[in-house]
């Protein structure tokens, strides 16, 4: 699959509309991009402090004629010797004044400082094409780009930031905030990119040429960090090794609380989410029939304040709510919407990709969503859902049809039923908790890089297309210092019931393929393990009790799974504030 586009080729707009909205866009992509630029300049000045150290001791670095030696110190060589791409890494540190003399420490927010400037200057000259002629899916293509640039710029100042220390000099980040920034503007850029693989013509050479390594920038970037050892404890210790440090000597009780919810939330949030809803005081009310503070969720969402660190709670009475273009943008954090109940307050739409592009990779395409046919989506830090449901109506034959898509930061769904056919839920980004949730699709209905747990779960497998088997999950990490993955614990995995009645007389799950990515482990084809044939990449990866058995097939216990091998040896527990084994069960 080609993951990550915003938008469908479903429904297109008139292209009067499309220019007005260009010269709109352009207005405000010229404002971001001064406030981008001016960014950059206030992240130099934190390591100013840095700059000058190493700019002082530059004087033996330099020949006579004053021009700095081009030669790689042994700090830089033996620092991009850890990266992915160390030739980009070896050039770009060059670039920057006093890298001669920068210690290999000094290199690791010299390296984030290069790159942050980078991506501000391609999300500058990128608006700078804002008011040329676009077709429908190249402008949606386009502006999706601009956005998660945005988005990466705000990622790396961050990072940056926290590397170098805040204003007393003490980090603003833990270790795990930096290496989720830095995967998260690593999948948008691989998102922006993506954006542009359906399309073609002048905007897209444009682009293409103007976002040219930034992926691999940010990869050096997760590499340098990452081996740089964030935490003193486990400096010069290789990070593999160091995340199997981690994961012997986390204690499982600091992670977790008596209710079950990452350590994340506040006490205050926890007793939200369990809170009866009629005890809840909501600032925002929204119901359709007029009895509340505004009638439709987009209204509610564009009066919430913006980067707000107060909880916002917004209750949305039962009834079908469906909003085009209806996103929680990264602006609006700490929102927390509450619902009537699973089938009672339903957010729907049938907004799908009713064109696919084949190809030869198990993964299928995702071409580009038109600007307003987005499906509900949430970037804001700290969003919330509880007690909802999210649908796309559009059957399977419409491919690919997103139901909800999630890229917040500590994010978390409660008690939600997310229903849909192929790429039902699009994990998109960052770090989320799905706990007590209806999940339904047939084909990768659960896709995406985020770093995401789910708990408590049920995974229902509906009927798919003709010469369509079920996969459940896609995941799509491409970085082996990227913090994402996917962990499913305490789910049940279940036929819908339009699949119940035609599974075989074997009494197994028919043709379902349970394909889960944790890291470099791929557990795949677990069909063949329950036909009993023993074969495939996870024969010694799993053990499937009752795969064979007869009499009370349908006994839950019966159909257990138990992973049994190491997530790339990823301190799951510390990433995501829950306690997450190497044999977790799902049941």
């Not at 075989?504 to 944790?518: D, N």
Request: glycine content about 8%; overall charge positive.
């Amino acid at each position: 699959m080609v993951y990550g586009r915003l938008g469908s080729k479903a429904a297109s707009f008139q292209q009067d509309n499309a220019a007005a909205s260009a010269l709109q866009q352009q207005r405000r992509r010229r404002r971001l991009c001064i406030v981008a630029v001016l960014s950059v300049v206030l992240i130099v000045a934190a390591v100013a402090s840095t700059v000058a150290l190493v700019v002082r001791r530059e004087g033996s670095a330099a020949g006579s004629d004053g021009r700095v030696r081009r030669k790689p110190t042994q700090a830089i060589s033996h620092t991009c010797s850890r990266t992915r791409f160390p030739t980009l890494c070896v050039d770009s540190l060059l670039d920057f004044p006093g890298s001669l003399t920068a210690g290999e420490r000094d290199l690791v927010h010299i390296s984030m400082n290069m790159t942050l400037q980078r991506f501000g200057k391609a999300l500058y000259v990128s608006s700078e094409i804002a008011n040329l002629q676009m077709d429908t899916r190249v402008r949606a293509a386009y502006e999706d780009c601009l956005e998660l640039l945005e988005e990466s710029v705000e990622q790396l100042s961050r990072s940056l930031t926290s590397v170098a220390g805040g204003g007393d000099g003490q980090a603003v980040g833990s270790t795990q905030d930096v290496l989720t920034w830095l995967s998260a503007a690593m999948t948008n850029q691989d998102t922006c990119t993506e954006g542009f693989d359906d399309v073609s013509g002048f905007v897209k050479d444009q682009m293409v040429e103007k976002l040219r390594d930034l992926s691999d920038l940010v990869s050096n970037c997760l590499a340098i960090f990452a081996a740089s050892g964030g935490d003193n404890d486990f400096a010069g210790v290789p990070i593999q090794n160091r995340r199997r440090r981690l994961m012997q000597d986390s204690d499982i009780s600091a992670n977790q609380d008596s209710t079950g919810f990452p350590k994340w939330l506040t006490r205050r949030e926890r007793s939200l989410l369990q809170m009866p809803v009629p005890a809840i005081q909501a600032d925002i009310i929204v119901s359709q029939d007029g009895n509340g503070t505004y009638k439709t969720i987009t209204e509610a969402i564009k009066k919430a304040p913006e980067y707000s660190s107060r909880r916002t709670i917004i209750y949305v009475k039962a009834g079908r709510y469906e909003e085009n273009n209806l996103k929680v943008g990264r602006k609006k954090t700490n929102l927390m919407f509450i619902g009537d109940g699973k089938g009672k307050t339903i957010i729907t739409g049938g907004r799908a990709s009713s064109t696919i592009l084949q190809r030869s990779t198990p993964r299928p395409s995702w071409p580009a969503f038109e600007a307003k046919n987005n499906p509900p989506s949430a970037t804001g830090a700290g969003f919330i859902a509880r007690d909802m449901t999210f649908e796309n109506w559009a059957g399977p034959g419409k491919h690919q049809a997103v139901a909800l898509r999630v890229g917040a930061d500590h994010g978390v769904v409660y008690r939600c039923n997310i229903i849909g056919y192929q790429d039902t839920l699009y994990v998109h980004s960052q770090r989320q908790f799905f706990r007590e949730c209806d999940i339904y699709g047939t084909v990768d209905f659960i896709f995406g890089n985020a770093a995401v747990v789910f708990q408590n779960c049920s995974l229902y497998a509906r009927k798919p297309m003709a010469q369509q088997k079920n996969t459940i999950t896609a995941q799509n990490r491409k970085d082996p210092n990227q913090n994402t993955g996917i962990s499913i614990h305490a789910c049940r995995i279940l036929p819908a019931g339009d699949l119940a009645p035609v599974k075989g007389a074997s009494q197994r799950l028919a043709r379902v393929e349970y394909h889960i990515c944790l890291g470099h482990t791929l557990l795949r084809r677990v069909h063949e393990l329950w036909a009993g044939r023993g074969r495939g990449p996870a024969r010694e990866l799993a053990r499937l009790p009752g795969h064979n058995v007869g009499g009370g097939g349908d006994e839950i216990h019966r159909r257990t799974v138990h992973l049994r091998f190491v997530l790339a040896a990823v301190d799951w527990r510390g990433l995501l504030g829950r306690p997450i084994g190497l044999s977790d069960t799902m049941v």
